[in-house]
């Protein structure tokens, strides 16, 4: 029987779970979790014993030194609670970060299920994020998916039809299931050809998305800002390469033909009816709404850019030279050392860029 010392009894909670690894393309999912925990100072009240769930030489311990001692951090998944308190609204959030664990699947659901059953959980949210063909210059899709045909139609959600391998988010949501516990995934798509972490503007949207399902303003802090910031980025590394500037060119042609459909009367009403709720926040204020576009206000977001990857290959491509590397004004080379440094780190995502735009298990 799991026990829980500390936690106070809690008010419409919700769990929110996201893990890193498979299911976490550009760090999307788990940088959303950890903003919620670090805006809201959570307080960690458990941890998953990492010995029953981690091989260590894939996820291996760290060392630190801690005011000359050193100390060892193993990889795990941590619990831990926020009381998210906007004017009249109060709901308390039960958040989980982990990692994708390497054993003992179920077991690690059943445990995580047991929290949320002890501390009176209503509903599970599992963030995930997934290479796709989409365009860095649109806003992020992100979709919304249950094994629950009522709450699919209660929450206007997709009913999950996705048939193929899956990683602890869809292993999760069917144990949410199959326990009786209503859950939901939301999936942010993230361009494959700048698939490496951070990804500001996926964590906004699976942010503005989780806003919109759990009933509570979320404060977004600087989130908009560096969203901002990355596009720009992309947007200029892009443009010094012809050939992925054409491709970019192509995926928003085809997105926006694909979404042509979409600029009916009920569609326009609901992004209405999302203006309304929102119209007291700014972008980048504590409980504004940020939007995922947008440029200005950046002064140069070159630096510390993803790189691209080649469309073709999915292996990176080197920032071509500037008039000012030319004459010597801007360190040259950089490129080559990121793309170096980034390529083993990303060879697994990258190769499962064709099989995981779907996977929404």
Do not use: M
């Given at each position: 029987m799991i026990e829980l010392e500390g936690v106070p009894e809690l008010i419409d909670p919700v769990m929110i779970c996201a893990f890193e690894g498979w299911n976490d393309a550009g760090d999307a999912a788990s940088t959303a979790v950890g903003h919620l925990d670090r805006e809201w100072k959570g307080e960690v009240f458990a941890s998953l014993d990492a010995e029953d769930y981690y091989d260590f030489q894939v996820n291996r311990p760290t060392v630190a030194l801690d005011n000359g001692v050193r100390k060892i951090t193993w990889p795990t998944t941590r619990l831990s609670v926020v009381r998210a308190e906007n004017g009249e609204k109060t709901r308390d959030l039960v958040l989980v970060r982990g990692i994708e664990p390497s054993m003992r699947w179920r077991s690690f659901c059943n445990e995580i299920l047991g929290y949320a059953h002890e501390l009176g959980v209503e509903m599970v949210v599992v963030l995930g994020a997934l290479l796709g063909d989409t365009p860095h210059t649109r806003p992020v899709p992100v979709s919304g998916v249950t094994s629950d045909p009522d709450l699919a139609r209660t929450l206007d959600l997709e009913e999950t039809r996705y048939e193929g391998p899956t990683g602890i988010v869809g292993i999760l949501q069917e144990a949410c299931t199959h326990a009786g516990v209503p859950a939901v995934s939301l999936w942010a798509a993230v361009p494959h050809y700048v698939s490496q972490p951070p990804n500001p503007k996926a964590t906004l949207a699976l942010l503005n998305r989780l806003e919109d399902l759990i009933g509570v303003r979320i404060p977004l802090g600087e989130l908009g800002e560096d969203a901002r910031a990355w596009q720009l980025g992309v947007d200029q590394l892009a443009s010094?390469?012809?050939?992925?500037?054409?491709?970019?060119?192509?995926?928003?042609?085809?997105?926006?033909?694909?979404?042509?459909?979409?600029?009916?009367?009920?569609?326009?009403?609901?992004?209405?009816?999302?203006?309304?709720?929102?119209?007291?926040?700014s972008p980048g204020t504590p409980g504004g709404h940020a939007t995922e576009t947008g440029t200005g206000g950046v002064a140069d977001a070159r630096e510390g850019a993803p790189y691209l990857r080649d469309p073709g290959t999915g292996h990176p491509r080197p920032r071509k030279p500037s008039a000012k590397d030319d004459d010597g004004d801007e360190a040259s080379g950089s490129g080559n050392e990121d793309a170096g440094s980034t390529e083993s780190a990303e060879n697994a995502e990258s190769n499962d860029a064709e099989d995981r735009p779907d996977d929404q298990g």
């Open positions: 010094e390469d012809s050939e992925v500037a054409e491709y970019v060119q192509s995926l928003e042609e085809a997105r926006d033909t694909a979404e042509l459909p979409e600029a009916s009367g009920e569609a326009i009403a609901r992004e209405f009816e999302r203006y309304l709720r929102r119209r007291d926040g």
